[in-house]
């Protein structure tokens, strides 16, 4: 049984950002009281980094573009025991990690995933929902994972998560972060979390050419070999594995408000 929400000390918000100024402040006013938000700065032009800054939130730099270039260096930067990550772009609300993080905490799941409940008109593109469809079915077969849905608003320990060697750095991160959690044994679950029409302007899934590319980030994910578990953090140290989309992962969508689904999951983002 899930208990919350305690407000601790033990947790950093990634947050990837590309010129997404309009969303950052009601962003970061969600952030849990005593939680850090990382801010992770993905060359921006539209000064939120500063912005960042002036609302009190740390901000980490990474030149290379990329969803998963951004949560990466974020991973990489946090200290804390726990690790959420969150997109920057006002569809989902921080406050939301509070039970996932207390799943975590409470030793009931390894990895906790956000299923999107899209809220509202314009919120989830007709392309993107069949793309989530289709990824979780391709999800299955690899993972045995039922997963639903690869959000971008999950949570794990920060020494766990840094020990699946993440290589990818574009669309596929969240699914390689699912894959080879699956392999390593991990408890994935999943909880509903609304998801609501983004400010700014649509980068990925607002469009059918972004949306593509993830797809195709993603299927090149799931075309990898399973990667030893021992071999995990070696490669990523070495880099011989990571670029744009290194070995292992998966995504899916799905439904129902809290659910164990064993092990899995994700979804796609930013590119
Ligand atoms: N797409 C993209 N997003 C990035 C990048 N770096 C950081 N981000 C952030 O990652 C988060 C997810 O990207 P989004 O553009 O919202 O991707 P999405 O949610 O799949 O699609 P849309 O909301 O429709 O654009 C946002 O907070 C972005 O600002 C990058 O290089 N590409
Ligand atoms: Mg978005």
């Not at 801010?39 to 030149?63: H, Q």
Request: hydrophobic residues 40%.
């Amino acid at each position: 049984m899930t208990t919350f929400p305690v407000p601790n000390h033990d947790v950093n918000v990634v947050l990837p950002c590309l010129d997404e100024a309009g969303a950052l402040p009601w962003v970061l006013s969600r952030i849990p009281p005593g939680w850090r938000a990382l801010i992770v700065d993905n060359g921006s032009t539209d000064g939120c980094a500063e912005l960042a800054r002036r609302l009190g939130a740390t901000v980490v730099r990474e030149e290379r573009r990329g969803f998963g270039a951004a949560c990466h260096a974020g991973l990489s930067a946090a200290t804390d025991d726990i690790v959420c990550f969150c997109d920057c772009d006002g569809s989902l609300d921080p406050a939301l990690l509070l039970p996932f993080v207390a799943k975590i905490r409470a030793g009931e799941a390894d990895l906790v995933l956000g299923q999107c409940r899209p809220q509202g008109r314009g919120a989830w593109p007709a392309h993107t929902h069949a793309g989530n469809i289709a990824l979780a079915r391709m999800l299955w077969p690899r993972t045995s994972l039922r997963l639903h849905d690869l959000g971008p608003l999950r949570a794990a320990r920060r020494e766990s998560l840094l020990s699946l060697g993440l290589t990818d750095r574009r669309s596929g991160y969240p699914l390689q972060m699912v894959v080879r959690a699956a392999g390593a044994g991990w408890r994935v679950a999943e909880r509903d979390v609304p998801y609501l029409p983004r400010t700014g302007v649509s980068k990925v899934t607002g469009t059918w050419r972004g949306t593509w590319q993830a797809v195709r980030d993603m299927r090149r994910v799931l075309a990898e070999p399973p990667v030893p578990t021992a071999l995990l953090p070696a490669l990523s140290r070495t880099g011989l594995a990571a670029q744009d989309g290194a070995p292992g992962a998966a995504a899916g969508r799905g439904s129902s408000p809290e659910q164990a689904t064993g092990q899995a999951t994700g979804r796609g983002a930013g590119l």
